[in-house]
């Protein structure tokens, strides 16, 4: 299943609906990549809130994924962790290191309005 | 009079990525309908999606075995990973953390053996690889 990615503002965001194929999530990674330097993006959103697993392949994905899109120039928050997800994250061992998150996409926003205010105002 | 078992052994063909999905999916719905806390449930999702993955990625295919356990008052949940693959070289070292034959994190099995309350491999170089893990409720 592909996940929608909505431009807003300076800003992309990919909300996640269902659970993604590994094939998925490696397409949501290039295609965040790519639309960051086509919409000349600042910041990217990853809503996680629909995932029920991340397993060690996921977020080793998504944590390229915030690497590669740096390495663009732009920020990157993952948003709405769930609780049991976090939980068997920590038990695996696996981390985020160096990759912003926030509780949910208000406060990912925020945080991506704080990290890009001097860009937004040149 | 023996209770009435609603919960059956399930088996999912592993051969595809979409089937990684689908195993974690049974085994989640197998948890919660074995009274397992929804927590535990997510711990045995996750250690599927790894197991049925390694099988993926070492064997091309092989079959999770999605088993309901009793001991005693306790219930629990066994999750069998099989294939037959060309088995693991060292085992010890498989389940280390880091330690990895296919350039990946090499988080996967020590992972694994930290989701489950108890852990058990056995592999035959050229034979295939059976990994058993289980959870109990508390």
Known sequence: MEV??????PYLIAIIQS????ADIVHLRDALVEKVGRHRSLGVIIDVTALDVMDSF????????AHMVLL???????????PDVAFAMVHMGLKMEGVATALDLEEGLAYLDQRTKAARHR | MKPLELATETRVRVESELDIVTARMRGRALAI??????TSATLIATAISELA?????YAQDGEIVLCPIERGAHKGLAVIARDDGPGIRDVTRAIEDGYSTSGR????????RRLMDEFHIQSRVGEGTTVTVKKWNE
Do not use: F, S, W, Y
């Open chain 1, 4 to 9: 929608p990615i909505l431009k807003q503002g």
């Open chain 1, 19 to 22: 659970a993604l194929t590994d």
């Open chain 1, 58 to 65: 996921a977020t080793g994905t998504l944590r390229d994924m």
């Open chain 1, 72 to 82: 663009r120039g732009a920020e990157t928050v993952i948003v709405g962790i769930q």
């Open chain 2, 33 to 38: 309908q074995l009274g397992l806390r929804p």
């Open chain 2, 53 to 57: 993955r390694n099988i993926l990625l």
């Open chain 2, 105 to 112: 994190l090499g988080m996967g099995l020590p992972g694994v």
